[in-house]
């Protein structure tokens, strides 16, 4: 893998070599025979999905990092040749994984947002990165991979070069169905700078959805970072009564930001059937003031000492709005042949009926119903017993992160529960 005339597609060859034969540990990202177990359960349960859809970060956390570790013993670049061997080396890890991902998925689309990790920095694709500006290339290097691997042809191949190029979004309007998919760049929401650019995927969002609206198209969000809460940081640094202020409550977006994207959603009640987000690794939601609900797709990687998961959603064919969705995980503590049925969300929640408006009920009576919440909080690490278990102290943090608030409301919240 270091050599610099080994191509993408001999990567799989060399994996194959490895004596590593078992899933990612906790603590760890995502390895090759733990992406060939998520690929095939998906491929075995894919049945006549029309979409697959990732939240984003498939690239794995720090890889320039361990990149320049290697070739200089430091973290950092020494020159613009350390810098474009690094970028060599992250467009071939990241032909590698799609061509992976498109084997699975046949020739259905593959809907996509960006992560934090789809970049050259590791801080998302047009992070104002100081040292030898290394995200500046990062959306015009892989425009035409994402095109052709993941959207597989299936969006006007113009306006996706012109959109994901300059932000890292774009617009997909499936033949055949009366959807429109909008995959976001909100982790530039999460960053200072690039105002320029973040106006314009505001205005751009505002018109695909006042589009939409007029055409009675339906929408499905995609994001990676979602607005509200960061509840990992936040419960890590409470004090030890669970209680934060504002130094400790942490929140993923900058406020300006969450502002104007609930501002926009306000103005087209209706049209959103499903919004989907990853970034913080766990089985959580996010109901917003609008009435819609984000979901928050579990994470393959185990990383945060999570189990990998994944989702499989049902839907209404008249509203496309979501009415179910199956669970399924790798335990990782017994290395299983493969991941196996974890939940229904109907049948461990009895729940019938749409499922945002589903989640939206539940919300107020997890603070009431200690079995229901011994539920959620149960499925929240994907069936990992972690060692950073929600607890009864922790659990108001939780359970406030579920309403997207400001950070002063979201600190009343956990401070009065």
Same mark, same amino acid.
């Given at each position: 893998m270091?050599?610099?005339?080994?191509?993408?597609?001999?990567w799989?060859?060399?994996?194959?070599?490895?004596?590593?034969?078992t899933?990612?540990?906790w603590?760890?990202?995502?390895?090759?025979?733990l +992406?060939?177990l998520?690929?095939?359960?998906?491929?075995?349960?894919l &049945? @006549?999905?029309?979409?697959?859809?990732y939240?984003g970060?498939? !690239?794995?956390?720090?890889?320039p990092?361990y990149?320049? %570790?290697h070739?200089?013993?430091s973290?950092?670049?020494?020159?613009l040749?350390?810098?474009?061997?690094?970028? @060599? =080396?992250? *467009?071939?890890a990241?032909?590698?994984?799609?061509?992976q /991902?498109r084997? @699975? @998925?046949?020739n259905?689309?593959?809907?996509?947002?960006v992560?934090?990790g789809?970049?050259?920095?590791?801080?998302?694709?047009?992070?104002? *990165? $100081?040292?030898?500006?290394?995200?500046?290339?990062?959306?015009?290097?892989?425009?035409? !991979?994402?095109?052709s691997?993941?959207?597989?042809?299936?969006?006007d191949?113009?306006? =996706?070069?012109?959109?994901?190029?300059?932000?890292?979004?774009?617009s997909?309007?499936?033949?055949?169905?009366n +959807?429109?998919?909008?995959?976001?760049n909100t982790?530039?929401?999460?960053?200072? %700078?690039?105002?320029?650019?973040i106006?314009? &995927?505001?205005?751009?969002?505002?018109?695909?959805?006042?589009s939409?609206?007029?055409?009675?198209?339906? /929408?499905?969000?995609? #994001?990676?970072?979602p607005p509200?809460? *960061?509840i990992?940081?936040?419960?890590?640094?409470a *004090?030890?009564?669970?209680?934060i202020d504002a130094?400790?409550?942490a929140?993923?977006?900058?406020?300006?930001?969450?502002?104007n994207?609930?501002?926009?959603?306000?103005?087209?009640?209706?049209?959103?059937?499903?919004? +989907?987000a990853g970034h913080t690794? #766990?089985d959580?939601y996010?109901?917003?003031p609008?009435?819609? /609900?984000? &979901?928050?797709t579990?994470?393959?990687?185990?990383?945060f000492?999570?189990d990998?998961?994944?989702?499989?959603?049902s839907?209404s064919?008249?509203t496309?709005?979501?009415?179910?969705?199956?669970?399924?995980?790798?335990?990782?503590?017994?290395?299983?042949?493969?991941?196996? $049925?974890?939940?229904?969300? $109907?049948?461990?929640y009895?729940?019938? %009926?749409?499922?945002?408006? $589903?989640?939206?009920?539940?919300?107020?009576e997890?603070a009431?119903d200690?079995?229901?919440?011994?539920?959620?909080?149960?499925?929240?690490?994907?069936?990992?017993?972690?060692?950073?278990?929600i607890?009864?102290?922790?659990w108001?943090?939780?359970?406030?992160?579920i309403g997207i608030?400001?950070q +002063?409301?979201?600190?009343d919240?956990v401070?009065s529960y």
């Amino acid at each position: 893998m270091t050599k610099g005339s080994t191509q993408a597609g001999e990567w799989a060859a060399i994996f194959e070599t490895s004596s590593i034969k078992t899933a990612s540990a906790w603590g760890k990202d995502t390895n090759y025979p733990l +992406l060939l177990l998520t690929l095939s359960s998906i491929r075995q349960n894919l &049945e @006549a999905s029309p979409l697959l859809i990732y939240t984003g970060d498939l !690239l794995g956390h720090g890889i320039p990092q361990y990149f320049y %570790g290697h070739i200089n013993g430091s973290q950092l670049p020494r020159d613009l040749a350390d810098v474009a061997a690094m970028k @060599a =080396f992250t *467009d071939k890890a990241l032909a590698f994984v799609m061509g992976q /991902v498109r084997g @699975a @998925a046949g020739n259905i689309p593959v809907m996509f947002a960006v992560g934090n990790g789809d970049s050259y920095s590791g801080y998302g694709p047009n992070h104002p *990165d $100081s040292s030898f500006n290394q995200d500046s290339t990062f959306l015009p290097d892989t425009v035409e !991979l994402f095109y052709s691997k993941f959207l597989n042809g299936s969006v006007d191949h113009q306006a =996706f070069i012109t959109t994901f190029t300059s932000g890292g979004y774009y617009s997909a309007e499936p033949p055949g169905t009366n +959807l429109m998919v909008l995959g976001l760049n909100t982790i530039l929401f999460a960053l200072p %700078g690039n105002t320029g650019i973040i106006a314009d &995927e505001f205005a751009w969002l505002d018109s695909r959805l006042a589009s939409a609206q007029a055409a009675g198209k339906k /929408v499905w969000l995609l #994001m990676h970072a979602p607005p509200g809460a *960061d509840i990992g940081t936040t419960t890590s640094h409470a *004090d030890s009564n669970g209680h934060i202020d504002a130094t400790t409550a942490a929140m993923i977006w900058l406020p300006d930001y969450q502002t104007n994207f609930l501002r926009i959603l306000a103005k087209y009640p209706g049209v959103i059937s499903l919004t +989907l987000a990853g970034h913080t690794h #766990m089985d959580e939601y996010r109901t917003l003031p609008s009435g819609d /609900v984000i &979901e928050i797709t579990p994470a393959i990687s185990p990383c945060f000492t999570n189990d990998p998961a994944f989702k499989i959603f049902s839907f209404s064919q008249e509203t496309l709005k979501p009415t179910d969705y199956s669970s399924f995980n790798y335990d990782l503590a017994t290395n299983p042949g493969q991941f196996d $049925s974890y939940y229904t969300f $109907s049948t461990a929640y009895s729940r019938q %009926g749409l499922l945002g408006p $589903s989640l939206a009920q539940l919300a107020p009576e997890f603070a009431t119903d200690n079995a229901k919440q011994a539920i959620y909080r149960g499925l929240y690490f994907s069936g990992h017993n972690s060692p950073n278990p929600i607890t009864d102290t922790n659990w108001p943090i939780h359970w406030c992160g579920i309403g997207i608030k400001t950070q +002063l409301e979201f600190i009343d919240c956990v401070n009065s529960y």
